[in-house]
């Protein structure tokens, strides 16, 4: 179907140029789904979009790159147009941003079959809402007439994969279709992608840095790092006896479901055969937990909820309310690791910002070292505030784009009136800084002059910054790379043992929710599904939700 022959891809600016692919060849064969896996920056998207010839103007491609005996390297923009999004489509990595945000969801998917097809209007919407019908969208009439803002992120992907199979494409490259999704939804947007791929023949080529999402799904697999190709094989072969240190950096990164390491290996870790495997044992873990649960809680929340009123107006009917928590009690205690995890809308970050005060409590007390935040004056407020801090999940938007790191992790040390100077605050982020694993330079640089990861760990600087006792960490791993992942979860725990901090760990992803808790809240529709020891719920789930999470996660082969 394709072959890429010794593909190098280059940027060149302010005279200098950048290879960032080298010298790679692959095949797809028909009705085969291949995954290429590597991190951030090892050119997987960089290789699709040389593909599809989207790359910008100051590229340099190499090589050749065949599809049905045509090089693409060598066509013009105008025979492009006819093949792509006809007979080779792509699902890009960010629906939101992929959707026009100012069109419908059925008009966008109209277009692409006007632009390819000569078809009436009322032919082509029929097509539309038979094309959502098929990628299990529900409401796909009434979907076809509402705009991306209205519909979730899982709904939107749906919408991206009605667009790609819209022409019947040979050949189908989805990047990253599931980074960041629930892992529900990213089950469903796996099994809908082989489902379509075994009706329509086509091929797939399948991008995430997800190594064990790629066996759910692929037969062969493509291993890039640093803009080569490291290893490739059959995706049993190759997670059975990886040969490579980076394969087997990707397979070992994540958390173990059986066995809880003290510390996650890295990339670094196996590519300088430096790997510590020592394990947090059941023993250890339970001396901890003796230790931790005999003391007085230093949160409890009790009967908690928080109620959204939406106005009615002409287009949407009457006033509605949302429970996004509905009474919601738990106890937390100092140095204990509380996970709380659920689907998209579950309440979890409601919850979260609820604590915080950035959200008022319908009903319910929040009690704080015995203390009731709900009634607190404003002096203690910002005491509290400075307590109990929130790591966020997009680092890049909770930094101000204008102000260097160093000032941006100062500026509230200032407001709370942590250390006597702008001297002693200064040589204090430093510090933070290298605890942090970043340089004293990073002082002086912008957020967009940092890696996904380099900012995540800037965010987890500012927190600490005000030596808070309580740590929220939102969804902080989700959009992560798996080693760059384990490193920020490495980091974490650290940071828990040498200042004591008690976390509240947000996410969907269990796999990672359970390695870092002692406890778990499963949500699901602002009320609590189930709460326990986290492995006790892991083995043991009482729910068919719980059930339904675990059994979402990737497993690998």
């Known amino acids: 179907m394709l072959s890429v022959q010794n593909l190098s891809i280059s940027f060149q600016s302010n005279n200098e140029i950048n290879t960032v692919v080298h010298n790679i060849s692959f095949n797809l064969l028909p009705q085969q789904i291949l995954g290429i896996v590597g991190e951030s920056g090892s050119g997987k998207s960089v290789t699709s979009l040389a593909i599809l010839g989207l790359l910008s103007n100051n590229a340099k491609v190499d090589g050749a790159v065949l599809f049905n005996d045509i090089d693409l390297t060598k066509i013009s923009e105008k025979d492009f147009q006819k093949i792509r999004g006809n007979q080779i489509s792509m ?3 960010e629906p939101m941003s992929s959707l026009n945000p100012t069109l419908t969801c059925g008009f966008q998917v109209l277009e692409i079959l006007k632009q390819h097809k000569k078809i009436s209007n009322s032919d082509a919407k029929k097509e539309v809402i038979e094309l959502f019908n098929k990628v299990k969208l529900p409401r796909a009439a009434e979907i076809y007439n509402q705009y991306p803002h209205q519909i979730s992120g899982g709904q939107k992907q749906r919408v991206m994969i009605a667009m790609a199979i819209a022409c019947k494409p040979q050949i189908l490259i989805a990047d990253e279709p599931t980074t960041a999704l629930d892992v529900t939804v990213q089950k469903e947007i796996i099994e809908l992608l082989k489902e379509l791929q075994q009706e329509t023949g086509m091929s797939i080529i399948f991008i995430t840095h997800d ?47 059986n066995e809880r390491l003290k510390k ?9 055969e430096e790997i510590n495997n020592e394990v947090y044992t059941t023993k250890q873990r339970a001396e901890f937990h003796k230790k931790i649960y005999d003391k007085l809680p230093l949160l409890e929340v009790r009967n908690l909820a928080t109620y959204f009123n939406s106005e009615g107006s002409f287009f949407f009917g009457k006033k509605s309310t949302v429970k996004a928590v509905d009474n919601v009690s738990f106890k937390l205690f100092e140095g204990e690791t509380l996970g709380l995890v ?92 290298e ?65 004591g901090f008690t ?25 609590i599904e189930e709460i326990g020891d986290a492995d006790l719920i892991y083995k043991t789930p009482k729910t068919n939700y719980t059930q339904k999470l675990i059994d979402a996660i990737p497993k690998g082969i």
């Open 264 to 272: 996650l290996p890295t990339v670094q870790n196996f590519m300088e």
């Open 503 to 527: 976390y509240i760990f947000i996410s969907h992803d269990l796999a990672v929710v359970k390695y870092m808790s002692d406890q778990l809240v499963v949500m699901n529709k602002g009320k």
């Open 211 to 257: 190594l064990s999402l790629v066996s759910e799904i692929a037969n062969t697999v493509l291993v890039m790092y640093q803009g080569n190709v490291v290893e490739q094989g059959e995706v049993k072969q190759v997670f059975k006896s990886p040969k490579h240190n980076y394969t087997k950096a990707l397979i070992n990164s994540k958390p173990n479901l």
């Open 435 to 499: 605890k942090v694993s970043l340089e004293p330079e990073h002082f002086y640089r912008y957020p967009h002059e940092f890696s996904g990861g380099q900012r995540q760990r800037i965010g987890i600087a500012r927190t600490i910054a005000l030596k808070p006792k309580l740590i929220i960490c939102d969804e902080s791993v989700s959009a992560l790379d798996v080693s760059v992942q384990a490193q920020v979860l490495n980091l974490l725990n650290e940071l828990k043992q040498d200042f």
């Open 91 to 93: 699902i890009f990595q």
């Open 342 to 433: 659920g689907e998209s809308g579950c309440g979890k970050t409601t919850l979260g910002r609820t604590i915080l005060h950035l959200e008022k409590a319908t009903k319910g007390e929040i009690f704080y070292n015995q203390k009731d935040v709900t009634i607190l004056s404003k002096k203690e407020l910002k005491k509290f505030r400075k307590e109990v801090q929130i790591i966020f999940q997009d680092p890049f938007s909770s930094l101000n784009p204008r102000i260097p790191v160093g000032k941006a992790i100062m500026e509230p040390m200032k407001i709370h009136g942590i250390l006597n100077s702008s001297k002693e605050r200064k040589q204090y982020v430093f510090d933070l800084l």
